[in-house]
């Protein structure tokens, strides 16, 4: 019977002994129930607890008195002591090594920022928190074969924070900040790739679908980060753009395309430093943004412009502004976009804005154009003022030279149509009164139009041969000079045939002459037929004498 009881306390004390560490509370339990037996007189409980007490065990020291339990003990003291936790760390709550491991890297974690602290400094605190403790560590967990534990712990301690910081993130900027950091910095040689890691090489330890996980609910932030601030700058803008009055300034002229090509591509190029499939994501959510601006902007610009052309003296800076803006806009587009149906829609809406300010714009030089002519074919006076009036309205300005290069070249062939109307509409013995030489006369004012033009526009092609050409047809005396004269013109510019037998009738020549010239012309030269007989005003003028070769040729 000793001998029994003997070898059941032998047992219970070896197995007290190894689950010490990750059984405390169950031994505790088992410990009260002890007393409970010795209470009820059974002999054999009363004799293993004796030997429990003898051996160094009392129930009310926590059970550190044994050898084992206090070898122990003094390890967890100094793994504790080594990883910098508090000495109650290693009561009964913490049961093993790796229960210290977590807290110490629970403690030595940096905490989240304040909202007035720099997102950039935050994370450089981490990633020096998190290498120091993994070098410091390194020589008191390797041998314990911990250190992998450690590396993991921190890892997850990361991801932790980088959660917490992602839901704070309510910027674009920051947005970036954190991507930046998981994707270049964290397994750079800056943190799990530092030099004095590799023998570890936590990089390979690294788990990987914390990574992916916290990557995709990042960009889901960052795409909703940029579809807010995107939406909001450019609605400023726009806001800007309709509320001002004047665009004097080279600045102002700019301001619109530059803000906002600056608002998208930032965003694109920011996002093109992490990886280029997250800045073509990032440039979808931007064209979804600027597709709405541009149908807004056209909306807008459309009304304005139309509002500003029925005015007596418009400026026409802002329909000059209005072209710069949507060849830029167009420009940006095309060689920075893919070809959707996003950017094909921009194109359009730009394009037809485009085609809707020129029209805009001719209309008011017609305008002035019309005004002037009807008098001045009926006047006594021979000042060709047409000329200073474009000028006044189309001011050099050195910032918007192209824009004013191709408006002047349409407002050249448009001035040009209407002077040969109005001279052929014009009754030739009445104009001889006021003209004595009309030839010499047509020709002073295409020199002088030329010249303007070319003032303003520095390098436009010639467009008044067929004014030039007026003079020849008036000198001709005989129906054959007639048509070598016809025939050269039509070589030079292209005529419909109504216009041509229009000329030729104002000349005197009869129906029978102006057919037989006609008819005298080669096939290739033949007018080209013009189902619309009657008298066009205005613009479509413009398109009967467009005149392709340069000046001086014959």
């Not at 209309?363 to 474009?390: G, M, N, P």
């Not at 413009?542 to 001086?552: D, E, K, N, R, S």
């Amino acid at each position: 019977m000793n001998t029994a009881l003997s070898s059941s306390s032998m047992l219970q004390e070896s197995e007290a002994q190894h689950l010490i560490l990750r059984k405390m509370k169950k031994i505790l339990t088992i410990r009260g129930r002890s007393k409970d037996r010795r209470n009820d007189g059974k002999t054999p409980l009363i004799k293993e607890s004796n030997n429990n007490v003898q051996d160094g065990y009392d129930p009310e020291d926590k059970g550190y008195d044994t050898p084992f339990a206090q070898n122990t003990l003094n390890t967890r003291k100094e793994v504790a002591e080594h990883l910098n936790v508090a000495p109650d760390a290693t009561s009964s709550t913490c049961e093993d090594d790796q229960c210290l491991i977590q807290i110490s890297v629970s403690e030595h974690f940096p905490k989240l920022p304040t909202p007035d602290q720099n997102l950039n400094q935050h994370l450089v605190h981490v990633q020096e928190a998190v290498l120091h403790e993994l070098k410091r560590l390194r020589p008191v967990l390797e041998h314990k074969e911990l250190m992998e534990f450690l590396i993991d712990c921190y890892h997850r301690q990361t991801f932790d924070h980088l959660h917490s910081l992602l839901q704070n993130a309510t910027s674009t900027q920051n947005s970036f900040v954190l991507m930046n950091w998981v994707l270049h910095i964290y397994q750079s040689e800056e943190l799990l790739g530092h030099p004095d890691l590799q023998e570890m090489d936590p990089i390979k330890k690294v788990n990987h679908s914390l990574v992916s996980g916290w990557e995709a609910k990042a960009k889901a932030k960052l795409l909703e980060n940029v579809q807010r601030e995107v939406r909001q700058s450019l609605d400023k803008i726009l806001q800007i753009e309709i509320g001002q009055e004047h665009c004097d300034p080279d600045e102002a002229y700019v301001g619109l395309y530059m803000d906002t090509i600056q608002c998208v591509g930032a965003k694109c190029n920011e996002a093109k430093k992490i990886s280029s499939d997250l800045s073509d994501e990032v440039q979808d959510v931007c064209f979804q943004e600027l597709l709405i601006f541009v149908r807004r902007y056209t909306t807008e610009q459309t009304e304005a412009l139309g509002k500003k052309a029925e005015m007596d003296e418009p400026e026409t800076i802002h329909f000059l502004k209005t072209l710069k803006t949507c060849k830029e806009l167009k420009r940006y587009v095309q060689t920075t976009g893919k070809k959707n149906h996003l950017l094909m829609e921009m194109v359009e809406m730009l394009e037809n804005m485009e085609a809707s300010t020129l029209n805009l714009l001719m209309d008011i030089v017609t305008d002035i154009a019309e005004s002037h002519l009807k008098k001045y074919f009926k006047s006594d006076r021979r000042r060709f003022c047409l000329c200073s009036d474009i000028e006044q309205y189309f001011p050099k300005l050195p910032y918007a030279f192209d824009e004013q290069q191709r408006v002047m070249d349409e407002a050249y062939k448009v001035i040009v149509g209407l002077y040969f109307k109005h001279l052929i509409q014009s009754n030739q013995k009445k104009l001889k009164k006021c003209w004595p030489d009309i030839g010499e006369t047509v020709t002073e004012d295409a020199e002088l139009l030329h010249n303007t033009i070319s003032d303003l526009a520095p390098g436009v092609q010639q467009q008044n041969h067929i004014l030039l050409k007026v003079t020849e047809i008036l000198d001709c005396n005989d129906i054959d000079a007639h048509k070598i004269t016809a025939a050269n013109m039509q070589k030079k510019c292209h005529i419909k045939s109504e216009d041509m037998k229009r000329l030729l009738q104002w000349k005197g020549l009869s129906k029978r002459e102006v057919q037989e010239v006609l008819d005298a012309l080669p096939p290739d030269l033949q007018p080209t037929p013009d189902p619309d007989i009657q008298l066009r005003s205005g613009r479509s003028w413009c398109c009967c004498f467009t005149c392709f070769l340069p000046a001086g040729e014959d």
